[in-house]
């Protein structure tokens, strides 16, 4: 009995010890490098079309994050709604400024950062959504609309600043959070004539709804989206403006806690303007103006074809929430 104990004392003396090597690395690594992207780019067209394109997806997708609201440039903030357990992270200078922006990056650079979230630097961009799986003519599109003459790109030198990982975020960053592979193939996009298939590629890949509107942010899967825990069920818990919870809701077609009794046009003003049947959305449902109907149509006809989810979120009334 005696002896078993003192085994007992050893192992658990053991444990702590190697608990707490681990946490010294993981404290003085703060957070892995890894080898560069190396990414062979045909020189990029930057046409017209392209320019346009890429603004209305640069601000669909990227302003809200990157966006200084004095300014309206793009030049880095302090992201509001990570909960603080992660610690304090800050978009990047994204304008044309080529010592404290991108305007020194190549195309090819840029390209393989969205794509894997890696810097030429080998630092993986751990809070910035990678792109690996947006089609070729829109990540092109993107870089067009980010070396053109629009105000918001106009350079600008504020400096980035750095992110301040809790530890908690540090052990994330080397554990769950990895940088995605370069694509070997190329990628194109569904026709909008397929509005499933158009709309499918528009919530896994080019607004990336699943990141916020599935089961918890930290049990997404990039690689294959709808094997993300809850996908597209609501109930992951993100932070307001003010840094309280705010949880986001269930937007497969379960009639009663989803969005299986709303119409087409319901769903596009809640899209696109923050008007829900339940009230105006808060941040950090962001606005998608710029969304086509064709684009809120294509995402309503998809949603629809996803397995629904019974999952009551905070706007669905207190009885529904305690009954799940
Ligand atoms: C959820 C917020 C978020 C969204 C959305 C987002 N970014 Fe970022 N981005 C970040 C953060 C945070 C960083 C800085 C990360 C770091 O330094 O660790 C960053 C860094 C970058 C960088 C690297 C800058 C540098 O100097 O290394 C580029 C380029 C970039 N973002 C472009 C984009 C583009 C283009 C989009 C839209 C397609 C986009 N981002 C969408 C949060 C975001
Ligand atoms: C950054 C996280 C985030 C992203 C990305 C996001 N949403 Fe949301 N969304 C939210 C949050 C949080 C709410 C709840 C807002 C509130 O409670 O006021 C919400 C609410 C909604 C609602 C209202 C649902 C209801 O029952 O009232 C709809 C519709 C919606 N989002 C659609 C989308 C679509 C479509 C996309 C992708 C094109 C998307 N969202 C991307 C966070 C996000």
């Not at 601000?59 to 992201?79: I, N, P």
Request: contains cysteine; aromatic residues 8%; proline residues 8%.
């Amino acid at each position: 009995m005696k002896k078993a104990l003192r085994w007992t004392g050893w192992l658990l003396a053991g444990l702590v010890f190697l608990a707490a090597c681990a946490a010294t690395f993981v404290q003085v690594r703060g957070i892995h490098s890894y080898a560069p992207p190396r990414l062979a780019l045909a020189p990029v067209a930057y046409t017209p079309e392209r320019v346009e394109h890429g603004r209305r997806l640069v601000l669909s997708v990227c302003a809200e994050c990157h966006r200084d609201k004095q300014t309206q440039r793009l030049s880095g903030q302090l992201l509001r709604d990570i909960p603080a357990q992660f610690g304090r992270f800050y978009s990047a200078n994204i304008t044309r400024d080529r010592q404290h922006g991108i305007g020194g990056r190549t195309d090819a650079e840029v390209v393989a950062l969205l794509r894997t979230g890696l810097g030429p630097d080998g630092r993986i961009r751990s809070v910035m959504p990678n792109f690996a799986r947006l089609s070729d003519e829109d990540v092109l599109s993107i870089v067009a609309f980010l070396r053109s003459a629009d105000p918001v790109v106009q350079a600008d030198a504020t400096p980035s600043h750095a992110q301040e990982p809790s530890f908690f975020g540090k052990v994330l960053a080397n554990t769950i959070i990895k940088p995605a592979e370069l694509p070997t193939q190329p990628i194109q996009q569904p026709s909008p004539t397929d509005p499933v298939a158009f709309g499918r590629y528009l919530v896994t890949s080019r607004y990336k709804c699943y990141d916020c509107h599935s089961g918890d942010i930290l049990k997404t899967d990039g690689q294959q989206p709808e094997k993300s825990f809850g996908y597209m069920g609501g109930g992951a818990v993100l932070q307001d403006a003010q840094g309280h919870d705010i949880v986001s809701r269930n937007l497969t077609a379960d009639p009663e806690t989803g969005i299986g009794d709303w119409t087409a046009e319901q769903f596009g003003q809640a899209m696109k303007f923050g008007r829900s049947p339940n009230g105006p959305l808060r941040y950090p449902m962001p606005k998608y103006s710029l969304v086509t109907d064709e684009e809120t149509r294509a995402i309503y006809a998809y949603l629809k074809t996803i397995p629904a989810i019974k999952n009551a979120t905070p706007e669905d009334g207190p009885a529904a929430v305690a009954g799940r």
